[in-house]
């Protein structure tokens, strides 16, 4: 395995296509690039095929096609630890979290917008907005959206928006918490 220097913006770019948890960059770059499977990755991949043959084709295996396709609608799927603990800081990884919700859930992240404190909100489609809002708010562009974050606050409030994002995008509180906690 080789190490390699890459700028931000290209590792952004890679780990915006991760597909599945613990994917790692090699895998990522290999689909991009329709390259074959490295050996590892072939006899996973071999190791799937076989699984799926071996299951019998029943009438209920048939009505189980949806729920697949909500589980590639789910942030578990893209978020990746290893690329999430190499984000620079606490909102690194807010940023990197909130960038995956979006990815996952474009056409209901606008719900993050309901998302407000007391006296200011967390997000907008403006960086002015968010600035008009309240002093210091530090708003951060969410990568690959046209939404806004306000950044300048504590841990815990950061975290409490990561919940409340995942319970307006349809997550249990359980998977809600689980998210909070990567933070």
Not at 38 to 60: F, L, R, T
Not at 63 to 72: G, H, Q, S, W
Not at 168 to 181: H, K, M, S, V
């Amino acid at each position: 395995m080789k190490t390699i220097e890459i700028d931000d913006e290209l590792y952004q770019y890679i780990a915006s296509n991760t597909q599945s948890i613990g994917e790692s960059a090699s895998q990522i770059l290999r689909r991009l690039l329709e390259l074959e499977p490295s050996q590892g990755d072939s006899v996973k991949a071999s190791n799937e095929v076989e699984k799926a043959v071996e299951q019998p084709q029943s009438a209920e295996a048939v009505e189980e096609v949806p729920e697949p396709v909500k589980e590639t609608a789910n942030v578990f799927n893209i978020l990746n630890k290893e690329e999430l603990a190499m984000q620079k800081g606490v909102v690194g990884r807010f940023l990197f979290i909130l960038a995956a919700f979006h990815r996952t859930h474009k056409a209901q992240f606008n719900r993050v917008l309901d998302i407000k404190g007391r006296d200011r909100i967390y997000f907008a489609k403006s960086k002015e907005a968010l600035l008009e809002s309240g002093s210091s708010m530090n708003p951060k562009n969410i990568t690959d959206s046209e939404y806004w974050v306000m950044t300048n606050s504590n841990t815990t409030r950061k975290k409490m928006m990561l919940h409340e994002v995942a319970l307006n995008l349809g997550y249990t509180q359980q998977q809600a918490e689980t998210i909070r906690d990567y933070l």
